[in-house]
């Protein structure tokens, strides 16, 4: 049996989201938590409007996501320890047949934490997909959703700081990441990123997830975050993975387009230099969620670009800033489901 994840455009039966809890990651104080609540609620809200939504609510806040949540969305109690969705969830995958699976891949806490745990998330995916009503393929690999991008037609863009963090694969190497990838996405020419962006190595990261640094719009195509101020050290970095992506060639041999989505011009907040990156953004059936930054200019540049790549797609900009300093973007408190494929 073979896998095939299909790109993110591909037509979905729904997004799956986890609401939060109080915790670390949610804020100390309750102005900290209320903004961080009213964040995910807006994301799970807009998307309701293009497609089905379906949101994981731990117990002790079941009545908070039914007075904060539109009525259309599907609420499933479970119990969560953190709620960004793309990483514990499963990865939906087509069998040969058209129909959908779900991988489960391991879930440490990217890379075991000391400020989260995993010993609930690790379920999430085999959760999901029982709702979901799809068979389970099981990995040995720890990865999470937010550490892959995939054009559809074999290509796969990895970290070489995430899928060989020692902390998640102590002895993992290329060769065998690679292969693990064609298993179960279907992945036969992996592009290696060096290292991703600055923030993302504090404690809170992820130590380099990739859907914040580069996706594909369509098979050829990558959009690139682009850091324009040599003041911020995610210039050097992208500096760097622009020279590989303009070098590499995808599963079929085609050259990469590289479109740049150029960073707002914030650069620092309290805590040090900021990662806030419209390339995490989710596409959805008929648009596009994209995160904004409180920079008129710059969100209206984003939302352009986004329109031009993903034609036929409305463009919705949500401010992202509350989830990027929780430690993420719009892309990576959802996750997709794909709706099966009929053979033509």
């Given at each position: 049996m073979t896998w095939v994840m299909p790109p993110e455009t591909a037509p979905q039966d729904r997004i799956w989201m986890a609401f939060p809890r109080e915790g670390a990651t949610l804020g100390s104080g309750p102005s900290e938590r209320e903004a961080g609540y009213a964040a995910w609620a807006e994301v799970a809200n807009e998307i309701a409007a293009f497609e089905p939504v379906t949101i994981l609510v731990n117990p002790s806040e079941t009545a908070r996501a039914r007075r904060m949540l539109t009525g259309e969305i599907e609420i499933v109690e479970r119990v969560i320890d953190d709620f960004w969705m793309r990483d514990p969830g499963p990865t939906f995958v087509h069998a040969e047949d058209g129909s959908l699976a779900a991988i489960d891949w391991i879930f440490n806490g990217w890379g075991g934490g000391d400020w989260t745990s995993a010993r609930n998330d690790r379920g999430i995916a085999r959760f999901v997909a029982g709702l979901a009503g799809v068979p389970v393929i099981s990995s040995l690999l720890v990865n999470e959703g937010g550490g892959l991008h995939v054009d559809g037609e074999g290509t796969i863009l990895l970290t070489e700081t995430v899928q060989l963090d020692p902390d998640r694969n102590p002895h993992a190497d290329k060769e065998r990441v690679e292969a693990e990838m064609a298993r179960t996405l279907g992945a036969t020419k992996a592009i290696w990123l060096p290292r991703g962006l600055t923030r993302d190595y504090e404690r809170f990261g992820t130590r380099g997830h990739v859907d914040i640094v580069a996706t594909f719009p369509s098979p050829g195509t990558v959009l690139m975050h682009n850091q324009r101020n040599p003041g911020h050290p995610d210039h050097a970095v992208m500096r760097e993975i622009r020279a590989l992506l303009s070098e590499a060639t995808d599963a079929r041999g085609r050259s990469l387009e590289i479109i740049d989505l150029p960073a707002p011009d914030t650069l620092t907040d309290a805590h040090g230099p900021v990662d806030w990156s419209y390339v995490n953004h989710l596409v959805v059936n008929d648009g596009v969620?994209?995160?904004?930054?409180?920079?008129?200019?710059?969100?209206?540049?984003?939302?352009?670009?986004?329109?031009?790549?993903?034609?036929?797609?409305?463009?919705?900009?949500?401010?992202?800033?509350?989830?990027?300093?929780?430690?993420?973007?719009?892309?990576?408190?959802?996750q997709q489901q794909p709706k099966p494929k009929t053979r033509s």
């Open positions: 969620i994209a995160c904004g930054f409180g920079e008129a200019e710059a969100d209206a540049q984003a939302r352009d670009i986004l329109a031009d790549a993903y034609p036929g797609r409305r463009v919705v900009t949500i401010d992202a800033r509350e989830l990027f300093a929780r430690g993420g973007g719009i892309h990576c408190i959802t």
